[in-house]
């Protein structure tokens, strides 16, 4: 990664893109080798390839299951791609620099600000700081929290990893799991009634999905909602609607009927907040997925493509792309001129670039959907929530992606790798930078809606 630094020729959005796309392969290479499989003769290179997109890009599609076909070696390698996946790339590269005393120079601060979306350049050295010391903090509080119930049912050493593991993985908004010793792709489904496990991992989740800065704001001021960030306070109060509204309908709608009608009102409770937290973009599921409603994948659908926080371990267009589309359309169902949140407008190339967002997501989405769809003679919606979870970055499947062709595959892997890298962000790589042309060309009304 230093070495990109030194090329001034790349931009900041460039040196995210080859950053992921050099520990990718690196991370496929790894998984290739005799020690990282179980069987002893490592992974197919585009299986390695296809788990370690998955990974770095925190999204947890697999099409082997992650703890019965890869070994120990094979598991760590996972975990380390997660976390640097989750941390982001160039995070992880400041922050070695910044561990070992090295000057942080005026590119490296300007791609950081790039890559967690920070507001100025202006104590980025200190926010890496930050970011590491509550990374490990809260996956060393969810691994301890966990360990107890892993522990007594897998043993010390084996519970102590599963819990590390998880926390990593839950943290990072991957959705990786080691469940698979009990029934292959299970995830966390013997957990649905457990409440030490599904509360920790939701914690982890939304710690995880909100961001950072987020998080520096309730670090420095406490519960003084009126202090924080514009920002901040956009992202806590869609977060919570995403959260509660989802929740209510899988509730009434979902768990009091059909598979679940047995459960007890505890493990509805917890059935309901934790598929409707997980979708964003954390990829676990503690019941099974296929049993839901067409109604109840299409609300997770919609979860995954909305996705986590700026500056957060999640995927997804975002929550505050999300809210400034609505608060726009909102101004203009109101004939105001501007949309506003808090008493602060919102600028118009914001809006500009949310619009883009949302355009791109869903014309990546759908095309993917109906591609695979077409080449694997799939029912569209599988198919839709399959490319979902990947430009998501979720890693919830219905179950169709061990079973994909090459082609299919590879789509989700560009998928997985748009999703997380960024759209803009690719863009802004490819295009060579744009100059400001004084001239203009006239401007003539074109009647929409």
Not at 68 to 86: D, E, H, K, N, R
Not at 168 to 181: E, P, R, T
Not at 255 to 271: C, I, M, Q, T, Y
């Amino acid at each position: 990664m230093t070495f990109l630094f030194e090329k001034k020729h790349f931009s900041s959005f460039r040196i995210i893109i080859f950053g992921f796309m050099l520990v990718i392969f690196a991370g496929a290479l790894l998984l290739t080798l005799p020690i990282a499989t179980t069987d002893g003769h490592g992974a197919l290179f585009t299986d390695a390839l296809f788990t370690s997109t998955s990974a770095v890009c925190v999204t947890g599609l697999v099409l082997h299951d992650t703890a019965t076909y890869w070994a120990p070696f094979g598991q760590f390698i996972i975990m380390l791609l997660i976390q640097i996946g989750g941390m982001g790339v160039v995070t992880v590269a400041v922050a070695i620099a910044v561990v070992s005393g090295r000057k942080i120079g005026l590119m490296q601060r300007s791609t950081m600000q790039e890559a967690i979306a920070a507001p100025q350049v202006g104590g980025i050295v200190r926010l890496t700081e930050f970011i590491l010391k509550m990374t490990i903090t809260i996956e060393g509080l969810g691994a301890a929290v966990m360990a107890p119930v892993f522990c007594r049912e897998f043993g010390f050493l084996k519970g102590i990893w599963y819990a590390v593991f998880h926390s990593v993985s839950a943290f990072c908004n991957a959705g990786f799991d080691l469940m698979g010793v009990r029934a292959a792709f299970s995830s966390l489904t013997t957990y649905a009634g457990q409440p030490v496990i599904n509360l920790a991992i939701m914690f982890l989740i939304v710690f995880g999905g909100i961001g950072f800065l987020t998080w520096e704001d309730i670090t420095v001021h406490g519960l003084h909602f009126k202090k924080y960030r514009v920002q901040s306070k956009v992202i806590l109060s869609v977060t919570g609607v995403l959260i509660l509204i989802p929740a209510v309908y899988f509730y009434f709608c979902e768990f009091s009927k059909g598979a679940w009608a047995d459960f007890s009102v505890p493990e509805k409770v917890l059935a309901s907040m934790f598929q409707s937290v997980t979708p964003r973009t954390a990829g676990f599921n503690t019941v099974e997925l296929t049993a839901l409603t067409e109604a109840g994948q299409m609300i997770m659908i919609i979860l995954m493509i909305i996705g986590g926080s700026p500056g957060s371990t999640a995927g997804g267009m975002k929550t505050t792309t999300a809210a400034v589309l609505f608060a726009s359309a909102i101004a203009v169902f109101r004939q105001k001129e501007e949309a506003h949140f808090y008493g602060r407008r919102v600028p118009e190339d914001t809006i500009k670039n949310a619009a883009t967002i949302l355009l791109m997501y869903l014309v990546l989405f759908l095309t993917g959907g109906i591609v695979i769809s077409s080449i694997e003679g799939l029912p569209i919606l599988t198919c839709l929530f399959e490319t979902a979870s990947a430009i998501g970055t979720v890693g919830l499947s219905l179950g169709i992606t061990p079973g994909l062709s090459l082609i299919s595959r590879l789509i989700l892997i560009l998928l997985m790798f748009f999703g997380r890298v960024g759209g803009l962000t690719l863009v802004f790589a490819a295009l060579p930078g744009v100059h400001k042309n004084v001239s203009r060309f006239p401007k003539e009304k074109i009647t929409v809606g």
